[in-house]
């Protein structure tokens, strides 16, 4: 009898346990990717996830929406929306604002530890119009700094980018010569060969700026500080110069409005005390039509992102947590995916 009980119960530890495999077995895989700029804080929250393999490619905007609509990605990264000439997707979709962050504008240049820009000038070396760090447009921003007669070595960013999309809107709004509001770069310098180096992500532009002397690059503040990078003070419409933060981007970010389909209206020359205007927003853009197999999975981590991995990650890694109406408006948009 003890024999007989002892085979009935390892026949139901077995069986038990291959009840419990295809757990794992069948966990749902969630592919994604595009912004470079919140790839820190996305690949992040990727990492932390459990209910579900998550990855985040970060590369550019462009191809995290190319990648949505062709099916490659289940859902896409974006710092901007789906231009007038971009394929867009079959199905109804929703642009879900999920973290903001300031756009760093970083320098290595020798001798120079601190450095203060106005939008005007900034639109001025990153057109080619100001060539050396000893420009008077410079000098006249600082007047005690020890500014060299070095050419200066521009580093952008050559992909289709919601960074550089955010940084010309930004230039474009407080009138910077020659700027236009465009993720391509050569559209929104309006030059056919842009001045400088380009690369394909944020992260490589900061490390083009850490090799390179007399450079300047704009990236999102988490690559800037992992290389240790340094970061202008840059003029705001209040007439303060500000380091780019998590506070003071979150402090410009904080009033702007979210219309109805998710895309935050970022008024770039709007003075507001204490407030990083170099700032941009970062969405996730999700099906909202037609249901999808991974639909649910994907709601549900669109929510671990708003919810828990962003407000708990955001001001550490360089990043702004949404709050207040663009967090209540962001949930209820998320409750959408299908």
Do not use: H
Request: glycine share 10%; proline share 4%.
């Amino acid at each position: 009898m003890r024999k007989t009980a002892g085979i009935l119960a390892a026949v139901a530890i077995a069986a038990s346990a291959l009840f419990a495999a295809p757990a794992n077995a069948d966990t749902v895989t969630i592919t994604s990717g595009g912004s470079s700029f919140s790839a820190g804080i996305m690949s992040t929250c990727a990492a932390n996830y459990s209910e579900a393999k998550v990855t985040y490619t970060g590369s550019s905007s462009g191809t995290g929406r190319t990648n949505f609509v062709n099916g490659t990605f289940d859902f896409a990264g974006s710092d901007g929306a789906f231009g007038a000439a971009d394929a867009k997707p079959a199905s109804d979709y929703r642009y879900i604002p999920v973290v903001g962050g300031p756009i760093a504008i970083v320098f290595n240049v020798k001798g120079v530890p601190a450095l203060r820009l106005d939008a005007t000038t900034i639109g001025a070396i990153f057109r080619g119009t100001i060539t050396t760090w000893n420009d008077k447009a410079i000098v006249a921003l600082n007047p005690t700094a020890k500014l060299p007669a070095t050419t200066i070595a521009v580093q952008y960013r050559g992909s289709k980018s919601g960074t550089n999309g955010n940084f010309a809107g930004y230039l474009a709004a407080n009138k910077a010569s020659g700027w236009k509001n465009d993720q391509t770069w050569a559209i929104a310098t309006g030059l056919t060969n842009p001045v400088g180096t380009s690369a394909p992500d944020n992260a490589t532009v900061a490390v083009n700026v850490s090799k390179t002397d007399a450079s300047i690059g704009y990236v999102d503040l988490k690559d800037a500080v992992a290389l240790g990078l340094k970061a202008a003070a840059v003029k705001n419409n209040a007439g303060q110069f500000l380091l780019p933060s998590s506070a003071t981007a979150a402090k410009f970010l904080s009033n702007m409005p979210v219309a109805t389909n998710g895309l935050v209206t970022i008024d770039w020359a709007k003075a507001v005390p204490g407030g990083y205007n170099a700032s941009l927003i970062t969405y996730a853009i999700v099906n909202t039509g037609k249901a999808t197999a991974k639909g649910a999975a994907v709601k549900s981590f669109v929510q671990y992102v708003l919810n828990t991995c962003v407000p708990a990650n955001a001001a550490k890694l360089g990043y702004v947590a949404l709050a207040g109406g663009q967090a209540l408006k962001a949930k209820a948009l998320a409750l959408l995916i299908k």
